[in-house]
């Protein structure tokens, strides 16, 4: 089983709701325990979350891209425990 499946960027072809919910399959099917998304805006993630529960979320923090700074998370996104890490 795998802990945690991640979709690292927004698919260019399809709806989120639709590549979620295929996702959400694998979970219903015992296969993955729970479900990632990176990349993604407060849209997308409100919209994916509407379809199966988001447990982790990535976004690119570095020299080089800065934009969650500039685009913070809306308060009822934040919750106890949650962190962010840097990377890159």
Request: cysteine-free; aromatic content about 10%; overall charge neutral.
């Amino acid at each position: 089983m795998i802990d945690l499946y991640y979709l690292h960027r927004p698919p260019q072809t399809a709806e989120i709701e639709e590549t979620v919910g295929a996702m959400a399959e694998l979970v219903a099917e015992g296969k993955v325990r729970y479900l990632g998304l990176s990349e993604v805006t407060g849209d997308l993630l409100r919209r994916a979350h509407a379809v199966h529960p988001i447990t982790a979320v990535q976004s690119e923090y570095s020299l080089w891209t800065r934009d969650v700074e500039t685009t913070p998370w809306p308060r009822r996104w934040r919750w106890p425990g949650y962190t962010r890490s840097r990377s890159g």
